[in-house]
């Protein structure tokens, strides 16, 4: 026998298996050596890694050793605030790295708190309370409602029962469960009705079940060692700055090694020329671009709390902002999670429902007129028998109101009972039609349940007349069976071939847009058949109505998904609910166009091979009746095609596809503590538009992040360049080491770190995804960098050589080649604000921090040239007003430039007066 489908099975085949007892369970003795053989009832986890291990363990990236050699070159260059300055850089990115990798860690913990501290079994004869890890299979579990599940079984008693399954398949409704019928063995999870899973609740009736799995071996432990295995790769970010940095940091050597030796071959101190080449390296290698891309990715992510997003793992935000598809669970997340009547059908009339969820604001419309609905009997019957043939409360702020009390104008509505009903009578409530107020003149005398063999539940009131009415609802094609008569608004009447033929189309007209719909009717009693009510009284029955219902997407979904679209982002809806219905609701939200995309099932993926499974996964928009390890599944094809996916969802279901996935967005208001665990992101609103908004922010960081890049890279190329070039030529040392050291001091912190965070481009989001491969480098960036740094070298050269031959001056050449090479990167870095537009059409005060951090810059640069005790440190001279103006037109001939140009291309164009029409 498989022991993995048991569904397929009976319940004897079950109990036979694991030899146990129908009445008297497992005997002490056997409960022992079952625990042996399987274990306790527990999720394992990995071998924990010692804490300072792991620690350690973030010392071995290559940047951070780079970073720790410059900061000992640094230390014995005397310059003991640099070295300190990269060391805390050092230690502030190895704690940051330490803390997300143990966040990552409590997903097994928080998968833990899903098992139930105790269960009820039958064990030697007696119904025993047990701690839930002591769970064998074989044990007979009692079950009632309220109970969560602490393992897995098959059902083989049930009465009435309806289990809560939405955090493990995705069904947005409670399934109810059978015990007496087998399964085909290709059954998704969702429909396996004969079986209990860990993690899940009873919400109505009771039972017994086997237990057939406990510990690793449910559905829950296989998430568990998905989330397991599943491999964390680096961001897109992550593996391009560490090229990066390898580039840099063994091209700068190279160069620096070339300076040192020419200088040396020139005639220069070797001493003086090492000094040089140790200084020059250090002022080369960019050891403040980690450092602001985590200030820019921390700004980012206090920005995004402001916006309802939570922000678990820093690259997160850059991860998302490349994203290319969202693969989203539908209920809670595209949906509202909340039953919603949207059409309803009486007497020949055709009604519409607004209003979403369990708020009772909403109006019932007839071809788009507000119903009365004191003028309109059938309706109100309708309506009515809904509300009384009805087990849900509806209640505000938890409490049930009744009366003057009410106040329709509150949102904080709220259901206690089954979905379905209760959105009946939110239905009814928007017509003022109260459960309550009935039945200060009618009581309850009577109940036929609900189950699953008869599709239909009925009850009995009486009046004070000692009337008595039953009111039934049920699946439409059951309770159209047992109808004599149809309702009108002048009362019962036959119910006729024609009025069938209606009522059907009327059906499939609701099924097919994925309404879920329900059937009412009502009849009189007599005394005798109220007093001993059953399936007999159910009979020539006045057919009333149809209620259609579904879980309604969220209001803001539909435009956030239009946004993702321009964004060039695809959304991908993936659910456990049935296929119908997840297209009905993909095709209102604008996911699913059947001209254009796919929908596959569960059993569909099942029957395809990966390599299928790639040919057809770009254009599948719609994936339903799956399970996690489909889940997971999808996200693998989908990164294979060279996506980057987000994957949003609230169940435990979703964890280990979250966890694969390059972003994991988990809900959190409705979200597991395992799904928040696994996630690098969660939405503190449960709301889709949030994650649009973390989209925008995303792609902001990184292209401020190419900023930074573009001003230090060009920079770096400058400095190296101008030494460079003066050795070639045999000039003197146009700079001082301390001098090179106080350049990278000046212009690569401050300015840089404002230039991290410059507001976004208002059309970011009109941009389509940057390519899962592309460079940072790309769209030109690389060519701006060269160019401007040889500018920059050369701008400081030339200055130098001017002042030098025409002054003869050595200490003024090398002060004015110092003022311009910091003032060359002062005015580029506002170019680098944009990469298509001028500074002048960007406006300046729109970075306030980036205009304070050059003031502040300038400040210290004239510092060091004009307080004596500084100036005799960095070797400067007083300039006269005839070298600043040589410095300044010749560092800021570029913003000169474009200032004529904005000046230029804002001047109204005349033209010539055309002759008038005679």
């Not at 507000?370 to 109100?380: C, F, G, Y």
């Amino acid at each position: 026998m498989d022991r993995e489908k048991w569904y397929a099975r009976t319940p004897d085949e079950v109990v036979q298996f694991w030899q146990t007892s129908f009445n008297d369970g497992l005997t002490s003795t056997e409960v022992k050596t079952r625990l042996d053989k399987f274990g306790f009832n527990e999720l394992a986890e990995k071998e924990k890694v010692a804490w300072w291990r792991r620690f350690l363990a973030q010392f071995q990236d290559f940047m951070v050793l780079v970073l720790l050699g410059a900061t000992l070159i640094s230390a014995l260059l005397g310059e003991y605030a640099d070295a300190i300055t990269i060391l805390t850089i050092v230690l502030m990115n190895a704690l940051l790295g330490f803390v997300q990798e143990y966040r990552a860690e409590q997903s097994l913990a928080a998968l833990k708190k899903l098992a139930s501290p105790t269960a009820r079994v039958v064990r030697n004869g007696m119904v025993q309370q047990i701690p839930a890890r002591e769970l064998v299979p074989g044990d007979i579990l009692i079950l009632e409602a309220g109970d969560k599940l602490a393992a897995d079984g098959r059902l083989i008693d049930v009465h009435n029962m309806e289990v809560e399954e939405a955090a493990l398949t995705g069904e947005s409704l409670p399934v109810r469960k059978v015990a007496d019928r087998r399964f085909s063995e290709d059954v998704s999870l969702g429909d396996r009705k004969n079986m209990v899973y860990a993690g899940t609740s009873i919400v109505r009736g009771r039972g017994r079940a086997v237990v057939c799995a406990s510990g690793m071996a449910t559905e829950v432990g296989q998430i568990a060692g998905m989330i397991q295995t599943s491999v964390e790769e680096a961001t897109p970010l992550e593996k391009r700055l560490e090229h990066l940095g390898k580039w840099l940091v063994w091209g700068c050597l190279a160069i620096c090694l070339i300076v040192v030796i020419t200088g040396v071959a020139k005639g220069e101190s070797l001493f003086l020329m090492c000094m040089a080449g140790i200084s020059l390296a250090v002022a080369a290698i960019p050891e403040g671009l980690p450092a602001i891309v985590t200030v820019a990715l921390a700004l980012g992510v206090q920005r995004m709390i402001k916006q309802r997003a939570i922000i678990r793992k820093l690259p997160a935000v850059e991860t998302l902002g490349c994203t290319t598809v969202i693969c989203s669970d539908k209920t809670g997340t595209l949906t509202q999670n909340a039953m919603t009547v949207r059409q309803i059908f009486a007497d020949n009339n055709h009604y519409e429902v607004t209003g979403t969820g369990y708020d009772i604001k909403g109006n019932i419309l007839l071809n788009q007129q507000q119903v009365d609905i004191s003028k309109d009997k059938s309706l109100e019957q309708c309506l009515t028998v809904g509300a009384l043939c009805n087990n849900s409360a509806l209640k505000q702020n938890n409490i049930t109101i009744t009366g003057i009390w009410r106040d329709k104008t509150e949102t904080s509505w709220s259901i206690d009972g089954d979905p379905t009903e209760g959105a009946i009578i939110v239905a009814a409530a928007k017509v003022d039609i109260w459960q309550a107020e009935i039945e200060k003149k009618l009581r309850r005398v009577g109940e036929n349940p609900f189950e699953s063999e008869r599709r239909r539940m009925s009850v009995v009131y009486r009046d004070a007349n000692n009337n008595n009415i039953l009111y039934c609802k049920g699946a439409p094609d059951t309770i159209l069976d047992l109808c004599r008569y149809y309702h009108t608004a002048a009362g019962p009447t036959s119910l006729t071939a024609d009025h069938i033929g209606k009522i059907n189309a009327q059906n499939e007209q609701m099924a097919s847009q994925a309404l879920r719909v329900l059937a009412v009717a009502y009849r009189r009693l007599t005394p005798a058949q109220a007093n001993n009510l059953d399936e007999s009284a159910e009979k020539e029955l006045v057919f009333t109505g149809l209620i259609g219902m579904i879980d309604p997407p969220r209001e803001e979904v539909k435009a956030s998904i239009v946004l993702c679209r321009e964004a060039g982002i695809k959304t991908v809806m993936i659910t456990g609910d049935h296929k119908n219905t997840a297209i009905a609701i993909a095709q209102e939200l604008n996911i699913f166009k059947e001209s254009h995309h796919k929908a596959l099932t569960g059993k569909e993926l099942d029957a395809m091979s990966e390599n299928q499974l790639d040919a057809i996964v770009n254009s599948v928009t719609v994936y339903a009746r799956v399970s996690p390890a489909h889940k997971l599944r999808i996200v693998r094809a989908l990164k294979r095609q060279g996506h980057i996916v987000a994957m949003t969802g609230d169940g435990v279901n979703d964890a280990p596809a979250i966890k694969e996935a390059d972003i994991g967005v988990a809900m959190g208001l409705t979200g597991t503590d395992v799904t928040k665990e696994a996630s690098a992101m969660v939405l503190a609103d449960d709301n889709f538009a949030t994650i649009v908004a973390a989209v925008e922010e995303g792609r902001g960081i990184y292209e401020n992040i190419r900023k930074f890049i573009r001003y230090l890279l060009s920079c770096n190329i400058g400095e190296v360049l101008t030494m460079f070039l003066a050795a070639l030529l045999g000039l003197p040392m146009p700079l001082m080491p301390v001098q090179i050291l106080w350049v990278n001091l000046v212009t690569d912190g401050l300015p840089a770190m404002a230039l991290g965070i410059d507001p976004n481009d208002p059309n970011i989001m009109r941009r389509p995804p940057r390519h899962p491969a592309e460079s940072v480098f790309s769209r030109g960036l690389i060519r701006k960098i060269i160019g401007r740094g040889v500018q920059i070298g050369l701008s400081t050269l030339f200055v130098f050589s001017v002042v030098y031959y025409l002054q003869d001056d050595l200490a003024l050449a090398r002060t004015a080649a110092f003022a311009t090479l910091v003032y060359c990167q002062m005015f580029h870095v506002f170019d680098c604000r944009s990469e298509t537009t001028t500074i002048f059409e960007l406006k300046f005060t729109t970075n306030k921090y980036l205009l304070a951090a050059v003031t502040f810059s300038t400040i210290m640069q004239l510092s060091v040239m004009y307080i004596p005790f500084l100036s005799s440190i960095f070797a400067t001279v007083p300039l006269s007003l005839s070298n600043w103006a040589l410095v300044l037109t010749v560092s800021g001939w570029t913003l000169i430039l474009n200032a004529c140009k904005h000046i230029f291309r804002r001047r109204p164009v005349r033209r010539a007066a055309l002759p008038q029409n005679k």
